[in-house]
């Protein structure tokens, strides 16, 4: 039995998934209370991105073995997935209390606080992974990501330095290492070119390596190169994601045809709370900007990009019956503003939760806020004041995203899911008039201390002289605007995607065909 289960590991380790998936049916069969054949199936699983079966096995793994640390981990890490951070949360809890030192684990447990918001504590335990295995290279490339979140850009070129020793051709540090500086020559450029000369059929190396060569060659004012760069990588992304646009479209029909302004004057009851603050955009629109000036002040705390308002949408969209699903969008305000952030409490439906202070959040602005939080406020942030979407855009189109906006790298795809937000948004503020402020980012950038104190007025917060100094900030920083938000404002990036107009035509007849103004002839 032992042989077959060293013979299951290693098929895994091979990539044999269907020879390692026999040796679990053989082991089980045997014995089915054997802990090590529940831990292989799931590991198969999660290859197999089977997150069920996964969740199942790893959870028979708890009850044969209740300290089983990297059972707990594994658990943890699916109840994420899924959208259940409670449950992430306990079973985190569990991992920390019965893990067995070892380094994947440990670094399993660090990409999990970090995902749960806490990225302090994830370093100190991705940190713990690479003190006991110093050479891994996929603790090292996470340590390096940690230290960039955490504004510590020389520890993490120093250990992506390491990196590239161990493994020359790694497309991950090379992709970070580019994002981290502003390049000045052409070395890593070149190094960059002769890599991507290479026959290598992985398309989401062939992404880093091209986005990281691209926001060089900008650096160096290539144009034509950069954006030929930018577009090589965004066909290799677009193979490895999917989009359901149809899915979209219905979802933002959903959102226009459900909540009318006949819907919202009934006053549906909503988790009636004033704290929290909503900074709603596109991606690569100036919304981080906009969250470190709010959270610089003294009253305000950011919870980062949380991702349970969402969760809570798509667990209210399971709801049958309008009753129920009204009933439920109180919930939804509840459950997003109880989190681990200040003295414990415990939830309406059994579940812990955590009280929070004033916070700041940074979400999607297709979500209907006004329901779940009828107190709340929302900043909406824009790259202009009159319409002028090109830049946004193509800010969007040149940054490689991890699991998210599978949209923006395609230019008609992203300018038909643009056009759809700008829709929705003329519909919010009609029946949000006076709920939200629109921001320009352009106008902030240019003159930072009156665009901020109006902010703040807007949010009823006295004015202080710290938020001016956002980039002074030490918290933790996860979006792709973690290197930029610790320099002071800028205009450096305004009008740069006139550089790529002719480049970029396919997008603007897009916008122009969707009825979307680009404000120029």
Same mark, same amino acid.
């Given at each position: 039995?032992?042989?077959?289960?060293?013979?299951?590991?290693?098929?895994?380790?091979?990539?044999?998934?269907?020879?390692?998936?026999?040796?679990?049916?053989?082991?089980?069969?045997? &014995?089915?209370?054997?802990?090590?054949?529940?831990?292989?199936?799931?590991?198969?699983?999660?290859?197999? &991105?089977?997150?069920?079966?996964?969740?199942?096995?790893?959870?028979?793994?708890?009850?044969?073995?209740?300290?089983?640390?990297?059972?707990?981990?594994?658990?943890?890490?699916?109840?994420?997935?899924? =959208?259940?951070?409670?449950?992430?949360?306990?079973?985190?809890?569990?991992?920390?209390?019965?893990?067995?030192?070892?380094?994947?684990?440990?670094?399993?447990?660090?990409?999990?606080?970090?995902?749960?918001?806490?990225?302090?504590?994830?370093?100190?335990?991705?940190? $713990?992974?690479?003190?006991?295995?110093? +050479?891994?290279?996929?603790?090292?490339?996470?340590?390096?990501?940690?230290?960039?979140?955490?504004?510590?850009?020389?520890?993490?070129?120093?250990?992506?330095?390491?990196?590239?020793?161990?493994?020359?051709?790694?497309?991950?540090?090379?992709?970070?290492?580019?994002?981290?500086?502003?390049?000045?020559?052409?070395?890593?450029?070149?190094?960059?070119?002769?890599?991507?000369?290479?026959? +290598?059929?992985?398309?989401?190396?062939?992404?880093?390596?091209?986005?990281?060569?691209?926001?060089?060659?900008?650096?160096?004012?290539?144009?034509?190169?950069?954006?030929?760069?930018?577009?090589?990588?965004?066909?290799?992304? $677009?193979?490895?994601?999917?989009?359901?646009?149809?899915?979209?479209?219905?979802?933002?029909?959903?959102?226009?045809?459900?909540?009318?302004?006949?819907?919202? $004057?009934?006053?549906?009851?909503?988790?009636?709370?004033?704290?929290?603050?909503?900074?709603?955009?596109? *991606?690569?629109?100036?919304?981080?900007?906009?969250?470190?000036?709010?959270?610089?002040?003294?009253?305000?705390?950011?919870?980062?990009?949380?991702?349970?308002?969402?969760?809570?949408?798509?667990?209210?969209?399971?709801?049958? =019956?309008?009753?129920?699903?009204?009933?439920?969008?109180?919930?939804?305000?509840?459950?997003?503003?109880?989190?681990?952030?200040?003295?414990?409490?415990?939830?309406?439906?059994?579940?812990?939760?955590?009280?929070?202070?004033?916070?700041?959040?940074?979400?999607?602005?297709?979500?209907?806020?006004?329901?779940?939080?009828?107190?709340?406020?929302?900043?909406?942030?824009?790259?202009? *004041?009159?319409?002028?979407?090109?830049?946004?855009?193509?800010?969007?189109?040149?940054?490689?995203?991890?699991?998210?906006?599978?949209?923006?790298?395609?230019?008609?795809?992203?300018?038909?899911?643009?056009?759809?937000?700008?829709?929705?948004?003329?519909? #919010?503020?009609?029946?949000?008039?006076?709920?939200?402020?629109?921001?320009?980012?352009?106008?902030?950038?240019?003159?930072?201390?009156?665009?901020?104190?109006?902010?703040?007025?807007?949010?009823?917060?006295?004015?202080?002289?710290?938020?001016?100094?956002?980039?002074?900030?030490?918290?933790?920083?996860?979006?792709?605007?973690?290197?930029?938000?610790?320099? *002071?404002?800028?205009?450096?990036?305004?009008?740069? #995607?006139?550089?790529?107009?002719?480049?970029?035509?396919?997008?603007?007849?897009?916008?122009?065909?969707?009825?979307?103004?680009?404000?120029?002839?």
């Amino acid at each position: 039995m032992r042989d077959t289960l060293r013979e299951g590991f290693a098929r895994l380790a091979a990539g044999h998934l269907d020879e390692a998936s026999a040796c679990c049916r053989r082991l089980l069969g045997a &014995k089915p209370d054997l802990v090590e054949a529940h831990f292989l199936v799931g590991l198969v699983a999660l290859e197999l &991105k089977d997150h069920a079966t996964a969740v199942s096995a790893f959870g028979s793994v708890t009850r044969l073995q209740e300290d089983h640390g990297a059972a707990w981990a594994n658990l943890a890490r699916l109840f994420l997935v899924a =959208g259940q951070p409670l449950r992430a949360d306990a079973a985190l809890t569990k991992a920390v209390e019965h893990h067995d030192g070892n380094p994947l684990v440990l670094d399993l447990i660090g990409s999990i606080h970090g995902l749960l918001g806490d990225q302090d504590e994830a370093a100190v335990w991705i940190g $713990r992974a690479v003190l006991e295995a110093p +050479d891994n290279v996929a603790f090292l490339v996470n340590q390096a990501n940690s230290h960039m979140f955490l504004g510590k850009l020389a520890d993490a070129e120093a250990v992506l330095r390491k990196v590239l020793q161990l493994s020359p051709e790694n497309p991950n540090a090379h992709w970070v290492l580019s994002n981290l500086r502003k390049a000045t020559n052409s070395e890593h450029v070149e190094e960059l070119q002769r890599l991507l000369e290479r026959e +290598d059929r992985n398309p989401r190396a062939q992404a880093f390596r091209c986005y990281g060569l691209g926001k060089e060659l900008e650096d160096l004012e290539r144009w034509d190169e950069a954006f030929e760069a930018f577009a090589r990588g965004a066909e290799a992304r $677009r193979g490895t994601v999917d989009f359901d646009e149809d899915s979209e479209i219905e979802m933002y029909d959903a959102f226009s045809s459900v909540f009318t302004a006949e819907w919202f $004057r009934q006053g549906h009851a909503g988790f009636d709370d004033p704290s929290p603050i909503f900074v709603v955009g596109q *991606p690569r629109t100036g919304t981080t900007l906009v969250e470190r000036i709010i959270t610089s002040h003294s009253q305000v705390h950011s919870a980062g990009e949380l991702k349970q308002f969402g969760h809570s949408v798509r667990r209210l969209a399971d709801y049958p =019956g309008t009753e129920t699903a009204l009933g439920e969008a109180r919930n939804t305000g509840r459950r997003y503003r109880c989190r681990k952030t200040g003295p414990r409490l415990h939830g309406d439906d059994g579940e812990d939760a955590w009280h929070a202070a004033p916070l700041c959040r940074q979400i999607a602005a297709e979500l209907p806020l006004h329901t779940a939080n009828p107190e709340s406020t929302a900043a909406s942030q824009d790259r202009a *004041p009159d319409p002028q979407p090109d830049g946004c855009l193509f800010a969007s189109f040149k940054q490689l995203f991890a699991d998210a906006y599978p949209h923006s790298y395609d230019q008609a795809e992203m300018a038909r899911h643009h056009a759809r937000y700008y829709h929705l948004m003329a519909v #919010w503020r009609e029946r949000f008039a006076g709920r939200f402020l629109d921001i320009s980012y352009e106008d902030t950038a240019r003159d930072i201390e009156p665009n901020a104190r109006a902010l703040l007025e807007f949010l009823e917060l006295p004015w202080e002289d710290a938020c001016l100094e956002f980039h002074r900030q030490d918290a933790a920083v996860t979006t792709a605007s973690a290197v930029q938000v610790r320099q *002071p404002a800028h205009t450096r990036s305004i009008d740069r #995607w006139r550089r790529y107009e002719r480049q970029l035509a396919p997008m603007r007849q897009t916008l122009e065909e969707e009825g979307v103004p680009t404000g120029l002839p």
